[in-house]
């Protein structure tokens, strides 16, 4: 089935393998309830060269967040199969993305999480979010919405995610694979999307 996200994207996949490499760890969060406010203390961090992050009104922040986690992620570098991460390009959007593919653990994870979100976003009247963490950095936190999605999604085999350009995405697809030197610093596009399903194919 075609799905799509601006940010963080859902797609048709074959990866079922898992963590085998020595990539940067990968992490998703359900964002309001795992991780805390932003502020000077934390595990994890988002700034510049961020276009916004989680809980920062201003757009670009103005210097980096720390944030604390409160709870284990729901999806972890263990539930990926990082042999299929690559980067790549959305025709529909024209940016460039980085795909990452889903072993089987890892799409019942990745189903109950956005479940999650829609179910208490839905409680709360308020769209929550999924926080998508590469190594210490919340590169993305899309929206799960509530209305369209009650029950989350529970068909993706995989997601992919937005990046600033076509080196980000293959910067980005190295540090996750684990190819030798990359940045410390990436600059990888993806915050505040708004999960949705819409024309776009990965068959």
């Not at 390009?89 to 019942?108: C, F, M, Q, W």
């Not at 600033?164 to 410390?184: F, I, Q, S, V």
Request: with cysteine; glycine share 12%.
């Amino acid at each position: 089935m075609p799905l799509v996200l601006a940010g963080l994207l859902l797609l048709l996949c074959v990866g079922c393998g898992g963590d085998d490499s020595d990539g940067a760890e990968f992490a998703v969060y359900h964002l309001e309830t795992a991780i805390g406010r932003p502020g000077n203390d934390g595990e994890l961090r988002c700034g510049p060269p961020r276009v916004a992050c989680p809980g920062i009104v201003v757009q670009p922040p103005p210097r980096v967040f720390r944030y604390a986690v409160l709870t284990a992620p729901a999806l972890t570098a263990a539930d990926i199969d990082r042999s299929t991460v690559r980067a790549a390009s959305d025709p529909s959007a024209g940016t460039a993305v980085v795909i990452v593919e889903l072993t089987t653990r890892g799409r019942a994870a990745f189903a109950r999480v956005t479940k999650e979100a829609a179910r208490v976003g839905g409680r709360d009247q308020g769209w929550h979010h999924v926080a998508v963490v590469v190594g210490d950095e919340i590169v993305s936190f899309p929206e799960i919405d509530f209305d369209a999605h009650p029950d989350g999604f529970t068909d993706a085999p995989g997601i992919r995610f937005a990046a600033a350009n076509d080196t980000d995405a293959r910067e980005l697809a190295a540090k996750l694979r684990g190819d030798g030197d990359y940045p410390a610093m990436l600059r990888v596009g993806g915050f505040g999307e708004h999960l949705t399903r819409r024309q776009w194919a990965s068959e």
